[in-house]
Each structure stands twice: as C-alpha cells, then as structure tokens.
C-alpha cells in the first residue's frame, strides 16, 4: 500500500522521517506536515478481520497482538504497532480507530458541527494534530484561502442569532460554546486536498500561541461496507 504525494501547494511541507515531522516548525502559510510513506502489507486484513459492532471501535495493541494474520497483515500490523509507539514516546496519546462512521450532528441541519464539516481543532496548551489513514477513504484539508468561517457568512449568522436569542453581548461565547466557530464554508473554487493512505500528517491547531492558521480539514464520507483504519492524537 502506498501513500501517494500530496498536492503541491504553499500549506504543505514533505518530510521524511519522523524525526523531520515532529521537529520541522510551522511558519508562514504552512500549517500540514506530510511525511509521505509507501508502506507495505496488508491493512485490508486488519480492517477486515476485525468485526465492528458499533460505528467506531478502539483497537488496543492486545487485539492487534492475537490476530490471525498472513505475511503481508502482520507487516502491517508491525507498521500500526510501531507508528502507536513512536507517537507515545513523542509524549501523544495515539488512538487506533477502526470505523464504519462517525455520528452525524443534525441538530441545526444548516450547521452540522461533526467532522464530516471542513473544521479546525482547538486547544487551550500548544499541540498539534497528528493522523494517519490506513485503509478506506482518506481524510482532507482544505487551504485556509479557500474556505470562510461559517459564523461570518451572513445568511448562517442570522440563522444562527434566530437560535440564540440572547443579548448581543453574549453572542459570540455562545457561538464558542457550541464549536459553531471552528466550522468552515468552503469557497466555491475550493479545492479540498486528500491526505492519502500511509502518510503520517502533523495538522496545526488553533492554540493561544500558534504563529499560523490553523489547519481546516474534515473527515471523508465513508464507501459502503468499507470501514476506515486510522489512528489519531
């Protein structure tokens, strides 16, 4: 299974051990570190032989340590195995995911604020997002030109004060407090950017000491009866 390259473009730097993707600053318009691999073995298999009985199941390094697997599984198994221990000794807490679906937030279905929607994490303390996908469809990103933030598109802010009903003062924490204004709109030139199979990416967060935007990015739409192998801190 290989990773391809991502995209050329001024957010994304390639690296190539990591080594280079833990250490390499973001600056400037580049807030997503690609270290862009071709891993071998089969990740089908895990995926596969693993049954799913909700919409997302954690896999503990126990589970991955008693399957019944052929030459090329248990070299993927090595490669998941390995990228939980690198990410642990890096100080993260990596969480192995096997999933069919994320839950859908149809609360206020003119925002929907699941992962589903191009959106940016946000963190109290310096940390970056780290992800990689395995198997099944691959998450994106989307340059930051290239989207706006929901909570200022005209029509989605009054639909939203509709909801709040509050003094105006108030307005913009309760805009926080429901994560409305971590969500993003995308343009309509957008081109939003795949992440691949295999690469290891380190995603800027929005945190009070960031010197770059934060990373937009959303989880793809599964394919039917493919479930998504992934792993994320």
């Not at 839950?103 to 990689?132: G, I, M």
């Not at 993003?184 to 995603?203: C, D, F, H, Q, V």
Request: charged share 25%; glycine share 4%; net charge negative.
């Amino acid at each position: 299974m290989s990773g391809a390259k991502p995209h050329n473009t001024n957010q994304i730097h390639c690296v190539t051990s990591f080594q280079d993707l833990v250490s390499m600053p973001f600056h400037g318009k580049i807030n997503a570190i690609c270290w862009t691999r071709k891993l071998i073995g089969n990740f089908s298999e895990i995926a596969n032989k693993i049954e799913l009985n909700e919409n997302i199941a954690v896999l503990d390094e126990d589970e991955l340590f008693n399957l019944q697997l052929s030459e090329q599984g248990q070299l993927a198994r090595e490669i998941l195995l390995n990228d939980l221990k690198v990410l642990k000794a890096y100080g993260k807490a990596p969480i192995l995911n096997l999933i069919k679906c994320y839950e859908r937030d149809e609360t206020y279905p003119f925002f929907p604020t699941d992962v589903y929607s191009f959106h940016v994490d946000c963190s109290p303390v310096p940390t970056d997002t780290f992800l990689c996908t395995y198997y099944g469809e691959s998450s994106e990103i989307l340059p930051n030109a290239q989207a706006t933030q929901k909570v200022l598109v005209p029509e989605i802010r009054d639909e939203l004060k509709k909801i709040y009903r509050g003094a105006d003062e108030g307005f913009e924490s309760f805009l926080s407090e429901h994560f409305f204004d971590l969500h993003y709109l995308p343009k309509p030139e957008a081109r939003p950017i795949s992440l691949g199979l295999g690469n290891l990416w380190r995603l800027a967060v929005d945190h009070p000491e960031s010197k770059v935007l934060p990373c937009l990015h959303r989880a793809p739409k599964e394919k039917n009866g493919q479930n998504r192998l992934l792993i994320i801190c």
